[in-house]
Protein backbone atom coordinates (compact mmCIF):
# COMPACT_ATOMS: atom_id res chain seq x y z
CA UNK A 1 0.00 0.00 0.00
CA UNK A 2 0.89 3.38 -0.46
CA UNK A 3 0.84 6.40 2.07
CA UNK A 4 0.80 10.12 0.74
CA UNK A 5 1.04 12.82 3.51
CA UNK A 6 0.86 16.58 3.32
CA UNK A 7 1.87 19.34 4.93
CA UNK A 8 1.97 22.95 4.82
CA UNK A 9 -1.22 23.80 4.63
CA UNK A 10 -2.89 27.07 6.83
CA UNK A 11 -3.75 30.17 7.11
CA UNK A 12 -2.18 33.29 4.94
CA UNK A 13 -3.10 36.75 4.37
CA UNK A 14 -3.70 37.35 0.54
CA UNK A 15 -0.56 38.32 -1.29
CA UNK A 16 1.14 35.79 0.95
CA UNK A 17 3.08 32.79 0.17
CA UNK A 18 2.82 28.59 1.20
CA UNK A 19 4.21 25.56 0.13
CA UNK A 20 2.49 22.29 0.12
CA UNK A 21 4.70 18.83 0.77
CA UNK A 22 3.36 15.67 -0.40
CA UNK A 23 5.70 12.52 0.86
CA UNK A 24 5.45 9.18 -0.69
CA UNK A 25 5.22 6.13 1.44
CA UNK A 26 5.30 2.26 1.65
CA UNK A 27 5.27 -0.31 -0.97
CA UNK A 28 7.61 0.43 -3.94
CA UNK A 29 6.45 0.65 -7.08
CA UNK A 30 7.06 3.05 -10.25
CA UNK A 31 5.90 5.93 -10.02
CA UNK A 32 3.96 7.79 -13.33
CA UNK A 33 3.10 11.61 -11.79
CA UNK A 34 1.86 13.30 -9.14
CA UNK A 35 -0.31 16.05 -8.94
CA UNK A 36 -2.22 18.45 -6.62
CA UNK A 37 -5.55 19.21 -6.72
CA UNK A 38 -7.84 21.35 -4.57
CA UNK A 39 -11.78 20.81 -3.69
CA UNK A 40 -13.48 24.12 -2.22
CA UNK A 41 -16.69 24.09 -0.29
CA UNK A 42 -19.24 22.89 -2.97
CA UNK A 43 -17.32 22.47 -5.50
CA UNK A 44 -15.94 19.49 -7.34
CA UNK A 45 -12.30 18.37 -7.02
CA UNK A 46 -9.95 20.40 -9.73
CA UNK A 47 -6.61 19.62 -10.89
CA UNK A 48 -3.73 22.59 -9.70
CA UNK A 49 -0.65 21.27 -11.05
CA UNK A 50 0.92 18.15 -11.80
CA UNK A 51 4.06 16.79 -12.68
CA UNK A 52 5.49 13.48 -14.27
CA UNK A 53 8.25 11.74 -12.02
CA UNK A 54 11.18 12.24 -15.10
CA UNK A 55 9.83 15.75 -15.42
CA UNK A 56 9.49 15.66 -18.65
CA UNK A 57 5.62 17.30 -18.58
CA UNK A 58 4.22 19.81 -16.21
CA UNK A 59 0.34 21.20 -16.04
CA UNK A 60 -0.85 24.10 -14.26
CA UNK A 61 -4.57 25.12 -14.85
CA UNK A 62 -5.00 28.87 -15.97
CA UNK A 63 -6.26 29.93 -12.86
CA UNK A 64 -2.49 29.14 -11.01
CA UNK A 65 -0.24 29.56 -13.79
CA UNK A 66 2.70 32.47 -13.17
CA UNK A 67 1.77 31.79 -9.38
CA UNK A 68 2.47 28.22 -8.08
CA UNK A 69 5.81 25.76 -9.21
CA UNK A 70 4.99 22.60 -8.82
CA UNK A 71 8.07 20.26 -8.48
CA UNK A 72 9.67 17.34 -7.12
CA UNK A 73 12.72 15.56 -5.04
CA UNK A 74 12.64 11.85 -6.15
CA UNK A 75 15.24 10.99 -3.71
CA UNK A 76 13.04 12.29 -1.09
CA UNK A 77 9.87 10.99 -2.80
CA UNK A 78 8.05 13.99 -2.40
CA UNK A 79 6.59 16.73 -4.59
CA UNK A 80 6.23 20.06 -3.50
CA UNK A 81 3.61 23.10 -4.68
CA UNK A 82 4.95 26.33 -4.35
CA UNK A 83 2.28 29.13 -4.24
CA UNK A 84 3.15 32.36 -3.94
CA UNK A 85 0.69 35.40 -4.37
CA UNK A 86 -2.32 33.85 -3.17
CA UNK A 87 -6.03 35.13 -3.44
CA UNK A 88 -8.72 33.95 -1.66
CA UNK A 89 -10.21 32.18 -4.14
CA UNK A 90 -7.40 29.92 -3.75
CA UNK A 91 -8.68 28.79 -0.54
CA UNK A 92 -9.75 25.05 -0.57
CA UNK A 93 -8.71 21.58 0.41
CA UNK A 94 -5.23 20.18 -1.29
CA UNK A 95 -5.05 16.55 -1.85
CA UNK A 96 -1.97 15.13 -3.71
CA UNK A 97 -2.41 11.92 -6.07
CA UNK A 98 -0.31 9.57 -7.36
CA UNK A 99 -0.29 7.93 -10.61
CA UNK A 100 1.57 4.50 -10.37
CA UNK A 101 2.40 3.09 -13.97
CA UNK A 102 0.94 3.87 -18.02
CA UNK A 103 1.19 6.69 -19.99
CA UNK A 104 -1.92 9.59 -19.32
CA UNK A 105 -3.24 12.67 -18.57
CA UNK A 106 -1.95 14.06 -15.75
CA UNK A 107 -4.37 17.03 -15.49
CA UNK A 108 -7.25 14.26 -15.04
CA UNK A 109 -8.20 13.36 -11.23
CA UNK A 110 -9.39 10.06 -12.58
CA UNK A 111 -6.23 8.88 -13.70
CA UNK A 112 -4.69 8.69 -10.64
CA UNK A 113 -4.71 5.62 -8.07
CA UNK A 114 -3.71 6.83 -4.47
CA UNK A 115 -4.45 9.83 -2.88
CA UNK A 116 -3.53 11.81 0.59
CA UNK A 117 -5.98 13.33 3.08
CA UNK A 118 -5.59 16.88 2.50
CA UNK A 119 -4.39 19.81 3.01
CA UNK A 120 -5.72 22.85 4.26
CA UNK A 121 -5.20 26.26 2.55
CA UNK A 122 -6.81 29.40 3.64
CA UNK A 123 -6.51 32.85 2.13
CA UNK A 124 -7.50 35.90 3.95
CA UNK A 125 -8.21 38.84 1.89
Known amino acids: QVQLVESGGGLVQAGGSLRLSCARSGRTFSTYAMGWFRQAPGKGREVVAA????????YYADSVKGRFTISRDNAKNTVYLQMNSLKPEDTAVYYC??????????????????WGQGTQVTVSS
Open 97 to 114: GLRSRGIATISQAGNYDY
Open 51 to 58: ITWTGDKT
